[in-house]
């Protein structure tokens, strides 16, 4: 049971990644890592001339200009948390105390990945945590920390890949779990 468990929770970590994958990969055509000021022209009215960084320009643009930008944005940043909460639940459904700790190890990666992401907007959220480190080091460490999470997640798929579930129920329950955090505004 706890090793068809593990299976469940390793399918859908992939599944989560790789929604957390086409996402970013979307939003990046349309992100300005810059923090240098410029005045607000968008289509939302209330912000007309008011001076922000190009990097929070860019959000609210890719928010309110960008077709579809706004449900992008909330997918990864969905899929994003219900992948940290996979994560620990892979931890927690660790076999042995290797398991675990390479657990702990990925939940950790993924927390620091979730963090670095939130400064990205660099809104007043993101402006108290961030201090004086330059935008493009934020967005090159969120990219380099997606790419260690995309290396582990590949190194624990494999290992436990010889296990894979063959029933169809279980690949729809992880299907509806993994489409679950897209559900969650609308509810």
Known sequence: MRQTLTVI?????ISCFVVVLITGGFLAFF??????TVSYDGSYTPLHGVQMSEAYHSTLQISFDVRGGLLMRQAHHG?????????????????TARQVLAGVAL????TLTLVVGYALPDDLFSGTVTGKIPMPVWYGAHLLLALAVAAALAIVWRRTSAGRP??????AACLILVLLPIVDPFI
């Open 9 to 13: 929770l390793n399918a859908l970590l």
């Open 31 to 36: 992100y300005t890592p810059d923090g240098g």
């Open 79 to 95: 899929f994003s948390q219900a992948l940290l909460v996979l994560m620990a639940l892979r931890a927690v459904a660790g076999l």
């Open 107 to 110: 939940l950790g990666l993924g």
């Open 166 to 171: 063959k029933s169809w129920l279980v690949l």
